[in-house]
Every structure is written in C-alpha cells, then in structure tokens.
C-alpha cells in the first residue's frame, strides 16, 4: 500500500478534524510525503479547509446535509440520495420505478419515495419515453412538500399505458 492511498484511508477514516502533524504521527509518514498529499486531496475536493489559521482540514464527505421534514412517514430525504438517483435517470430512458431501484442496488420503496419528492417539488417529469430530469437546482427543497399520488397522476398524463394484468387461469394455477 503506497502513501497516499494510507493517508487517503486515514482522512475517510478519521471524524475529527485534522492537520497535517496529526496525518505524520498517527500513520508514521514523513511530514513532507503528507503535505502533497494533502495538496492533492485538496485538489481533487477529497478534504476541506476548515481553518487557515490552524491549517486543520475535514473529509468533504463528512458532513452530509439532510433534510428533517417528516412529510412521507418517518423519512428524512438525504439530499446525496436524490442525487444520485437524478444522476441515474440522467443515463437513460427509465419506464419504471423496478428498473430504477435495479441499477440503483436500493429498494422500489425507497426510489419511489425520493421519485414522489423530487416529483413534487418539479425536479423530475415524466413523458411518453419514461422518466426524465427536469432540473437540478431546487435539491434542498427536497421534503417541504410531498404530493401524494403525483407519480400516478403524471403517468397518466403523459399518456404511459399501464401494463395490462395477466389472469390466473385454472391452467395456469397448477
């Protein structure tokens, strides 16, 4: 394992802020080996400056905004979760919320919650070819206000037929 992938596991690793003395003692670096990694990591927006003075920096990652408005059960949007789920209907053409939670790797329930608050804010559309982003800038409104029942009202305005019911039969039963 070379340096920096080191001091790359240590800054995901480490929840407290850090400089770059802490990063040299507690992996055992050289503290010069330490600063240019630090400018890379700062370079690619991996860590964050939190003080000039002190030189102390964070995991970009670290803190994570969510939004705590209760409005679909007990569900607080996390605003990188609706990210990445735009970011997935920004790939191709999806008809259906399986498709979605397939790629995605999460629940149906999950990517239909989120597709009903982006839904419901105006971020996501729907027309006749599927799913679509509409826009990407109203992302921390994500919660104030659900719509319930948009997702089925758009769909039915955008003229996507459902997919007809297949009957049981007493052929098929056994």
């Given at each position: 394992m070379t340096n920096k992938n080191i001091i790359r596991n240590f800054v995901n690793q480490y929840r407290k802020p850090f400089n770059t003395e802490t990063i040299?003692?507690?992996?055992?670096?050289?503290?010069?080996?330490?600063?240019?990694?630090?400018?890379?990591?700062?370079?690619?927006?991996e860590i964050k400056c939190i003080s000039i003075q002190d030189k102390l920096y964070v995991c970009s990652n670290r803190y994570q905004s969510q939004v705590g408005f209760n409005q679909k059960g007990k569900w607080n949007y996390n605003t990188q979760v609706a990210?990445?789920?735009?970011?997935?209907?920004?790939?191709?053409?999806?008809r259906s919320i399986r498709e979605i939670a397939s790629d995605y790797g999460k629940s149906r329930q999950l990517?239909?919650?989120?597709?009903?608050?982006?839904?419901?804010?105006?971020?996501?559309g729907i027309n006749t070819s599927g799913y679509k982003v509409l826009s990407k800038e109203r992302i921390l409104k994500l919660g104030?206000?659900?719509?319930?029942?948009?997702?089925?009202?758009?769909?039915?305005?955008?003229?996507?037929?459902?997919?007809?019911?297949?009957?049981k039969t007493a052929a098929s039963a056994y």
């Open positions: 040299a003692e507690l992996t055992g670096i050289e503290t010069k080996s330490v600063r240019q990694s630090i400018r890379t990591l700062l370079a690619n927006k990210e990445e789920i735009l970011n997935i209907l920004d790939t191709r053409q999806y990517v239909f919650v989120y597709l009903e608050a982006l839904a419901s804010i105006g971020m996501v104030t206000y659900i719509q319930p029942g948009i997702l089925g009202k758009m769909r039915i305005e955008s003229g996507i037929k459902p997919k007809p019911w297949m009957r």
